[in-house]
C-alpha cells in the first residue's frame, strides 16, 4: 500500500515538473529554479516518500558523475596554470563571504563553512546552457570563465569530501582534519592514477557492443564507486565523480554521455522536487530579506572577482565585466551541499530554506542579468567613462 502510494505521488511529481518544465523553456527560465519551486508547492498536499529520497540520492550520484565525465585529467594539467588562477581569484573574492555571514547568523564552523560553499559556487549548468543559448562561445572571457568553472567544481568537490568526511569523524580537531584529508587525498589519488595507468584496460573492459549490458555494467560502475567513497566515510556523489572522472579518459566517453544522460535528468530532477518540498514555508518570510541581502552582496562580489580575472589576461572592461556577471547565477552545487550536508535541524535559521531562497534569487535573477550583461556593462562603462570627464 505505501509503495502504491509512493509511485502515484511519484506520478503526480513528474506530470507537474513536465509542464512546468515546459513553461520554463517558453519563458526562457532556469529549470532548476522551476523544478525547487514544484517541490515547494507538492509538499502541500504529499510529503516526500521512500521512492522519492531513494531518486534524489541516485540524482545526487548521477549529477557528479557527469560532472567529472566532462573533465579530463590530461587536459586539467594541461591548463592547469590557468585554471588555477582565474579559480584563485574567484575563491578570494568570493568564499569568504559566506562564511562570514555565516557567523553572523550564528551558525557553527561547519555550518559556516557549508554557507560559504553555497554562496561560492556557480552554476555551471546553468552558465553552459546560457552560453549556448546567448552564442557566446566564441566571445574573448568564455575560455576563462570555463576555467574558473573548472576550479570551482573541482574545489567544491574536494570540500565537500572533505566535510562530509569530518561530520561522520564526529568532531574537529587537528588529528581528524588530518585523518579525513589524509583519506580523502588517498581517494582521489588512486582515481587519478587508476584513470591514467590503466586507459587501456578499461577501454578493453567497457567496449561491449549489446547496449544493456553496457548500460548496466556502466551503471554498476558508478554505483561501486558511490558506495566506496560511503564506506570509507565520504559522500557517495564523490565516487560517483571520481568514476566519471576515470571514465573521462576513455573512447566511450560520449557513448556514457549518452546512455546515462536519461538517468541523470530524471533523477536530477526528483532531486530538485525532494530539496523544494524539504524548504520549510514558516521559514520563508523571514529569510527572503536575508537572502536578498546575501544574493546582492555576492553578486558584487562575484563581479568584482571576474572583473579582476579579465584584467589579469588583459580582456577588455567588458569582457571582463560580462566574466563577472556570468558567474552570478548559482544552483545544483549549492543544493547538492545543502542537501548533503545539513543534518542539524537547530539552526538559528534553516540552512536549507535559506538556500533555497538563495538559490531561487540567482537562479532566476543570474540568468536574467547574465543575458542582459551587454547591455549592462555598455550603461556602467559608459557612466564611468563621463564621471571620469568631469574629473
Not at 171 to 194: E, N, P, Q, R, Y
Request: glycine share 8%; hydrophobic share 50%.
Amino acid at each position: 500500500m505505501i509503495v502504491n502510494e509512493s509511485v502515484f505521488s511519484l506520478g503526480i511529481s513528474l506530470i507537474a515538473l513536465f509542464f512546468a518544465g515546459l513553461l520554463a523553456t517558453k519563458i526562457n527560465q532556469s529549470l532548476t529554479a522551476v523544478f525547487i519551486i514544484v517541490g515547494m508547492i507538492l509538499q502541500n498536499f504529499f510529503p516526500v516518500t521512500i521512492i522519492t529520497e531513494f531518486i534524489a540520492t541516485l540524482g545526487i550520484i548521477f549529477m557528479l558523475f557527469m560532472f567529472g565525465l566532462e573533465f579530463s585529467v590530461g587536459s586539467l594539467l594541461n591548463n592547469q596554470r590557468k585554471i588555477f588562477y582565474s579559480g584563485s581569484y574567484d575563491l578570494i573574492f568570493n568564499f569568504p563571504i559566506g562564511i562570514f555571514f555565516g557567523w553572523l547568523l550564528g551558525y557553527n564552523l561547519i555550518q559556516s563553512l557549508l554557507l560559504g560553499g553555497i554562496v561560492y559556487v556557480t552554476s555551471s549548468v546553468i552558465v553552459a546552457k546560457s552560453i549556448i543559448d546567448l552564442k557566446r562561445s566564441a566571445n574573448p572571457e568564455t575560455e576563462y570563465l570555463l576555467n574558473t568553472l573548472i576550479f570551482e567544481d573541482m574545489f567544491i568537490a574536494s570540500f565537500l569530501a572533505c566535510l562530509v568526511g569530518i561530520i561522520n569523524y564526529g568532531h574537529i580537531d587537528v588529528k581528524g582534519i588530518f585523518f579525513v584529508l589524509l583519506k580523502t587525498s588517498a581517494f582521489f589519488a588512486f582515481f587519478i592514477v587508476l584513470s591514467k595507468t590503466s586507459k587501456k584496460f578499461i577501454d578493453k573492459i567497457i567496449d561491449i557492443e549489446h547496449t544493456e549490458l553496457f548500460v548496466i555494467l556502466i551503471l554498476s560502475l558508478i554505483v561501486l564507486s558511490a558506495g566506496a567513497a560511503s564506506r570509507i566515510g565520504l559522500s557517495e556523489a564523490i565516487g560517483a565523480f571520481l568514476a566519471g572522472l576515470v571514465l573521462s579518459e576513455t573512447k566511450q566517453r560520449h557513448r556514457i554521455s549518452e546512455a546515462i544522460k536519461p538517468f541523470q535528468q530524471f533523477s536530477t530532477a526528483i532531486f530538485f522536487v525532494a530539496f523544494g518540498m524539504s524548504i520549510e514555508y514558516k521559514h520563508i518570510g523571514s529569510l527572503i530579506p536575508i537572502g536578498i541581502f546575501i544574493f546582492i552582496v555576492t553578486s558584487f562580489s562575484k563581479v568584482i572577482g571576474g572583473y579582476f580575472i579579465g584584467k589579469k589576461y588583459a580582456l577588455s572592461k567588458k569582457s571582463s565585466l560580462r566574466l563577472g556577471f556570468s558567474l552570478i547565477p548559482r544552483g545544483e552545487f549549492s543544493i547538492i551541499l545543502a542537501g548533503i550536508v545539513t543534518m542539524n535541524h537547530d539552526l538559528p535559521y534553516p540552512l536549507k530554506s535559506l538556500t533555497g531562497v538563495y538559490v531561487l534569487l540567482s537562479a532566476i535573477l543570474g540568468s536574467i542579468i547574465m543575458k542582459e550583461s551587454d547591455w549592462i556593462t555598455r550603461w556602467f562603462i559608459e557612466k564611468r567613462d563621463k564621471t571620469d570627464k568631469k574629473w
